[in-house]
């Protein structure tokens, strides 16, 4: 899987919008960008994920750049409980197997 | 539709001995995969089942082994557990198996103390 980078920890106000970059300039043609968060010693979240366009589901909102090298987790309005680690994944289809590759991910802390 | 259910959720187990631990993915997905979560190595891969068989391995040792029974629940085992396999054991439950569009799903996880 296509390394992934994020900074290590953001700050958003609650009620803001947060937004959440992923550096994955070595992505391939047929991987996907996957978004998870967790909450403490809690299982990874699946938030949302998409392959070229632009997706939007009732959590967040995810931009992909034309040329896939990067991407922007967006969480309209951030609240307290949004606080977590976030994940950003690439994630290949092999025909007969796959695995989530995690990195560090980015610790979001959502403050009054 | 209920999620992912592993049990147990806690367990403390003196090193030596073996553990095994329980997932069952949500209803009508035939993919179960593992993961090992620690602090100093973060989220790590261990193995996937899919249709009963192992599809994919994880770099880890082979006291971790796994199994997949009809229903699609998996469980894992770990033998002769040593303090560092002390971690919360996750398992993801998905659709199918080779393909990056559907997405996992993941349980509470199993926290492991090995003393």
């Known amino acids: 899987d296509a390394k992934t980078t994020q900074p290590p920890s953001m700050d958003c106000a609650e009620g803001r919008a947060a937004n959440l970059p992923c550096n994955h300039s070595?992505?391939?043609?047929?991987?996907?960008v996957y978004w998870y968060r967790q909450i403490h010693s809690q299982g990874p979240q699946y938030i949302i994920h998409g392959l070229k366009n632009n997706e939007t589901n009732e959590m967040a909102s995810l931009i992909i750049t034309e040329d896939r090298k990067s991407s922007t987790l967006i969480l309209p309005h951030a609240t307290l409980r949004d606080t977590a680690v976030y994940y950003c994944?690439?994630?290949?289809?092999?025909?007969?197997?796959?695995?989530?590759?995690f990195g560090t991910g980015t610790r979001l802390q959502v403050t009054l | 539709k209920a999620g992912v259910t592993q049990t147990p959720r806690y367990l403390i187990k003196t090193r030596g001995q073996q553990v095994t631990l329980s997932c069952s993915p949500i209803?009508?997905?035939?993919?179960v995969s593992w993961y090992q979560q620690t602090p100093g190595q973060g989220l790590q891969f261990l193995f996937e089942y899919f249709s009963e068989t192992q599809r994919n391995k994880g770099n880890f040792p082979g006291r971790f082994s796994g199994r997949q029974f009809s229903n699609s629940r998996s469980e894992m085992n770990v033998s002769t557990l040593e303090l560092g396999d002390s971690a919360l054991y996750l398992c993801?439950?998905?659709?199918?198996?080779?393909?990056?569009?559907?997405?996992?799903?993941f349980g509470q996880g199993t926290r492991l103390t090995v003393v």
């Open positions: 209803s009508g997905h035939r993919s």
């Open positions: 994944i690439v994630r290949i289809s092999t025909g007969t197997a796959s695995k989530l590759t």
């Open positions: 993801a439950s998905s659709l199918n198996v080779g393909t990056a569009r559907t997405e996992a799903f």
């Open positions: 070595t992505i391939s043609g047929n991987e996907y």
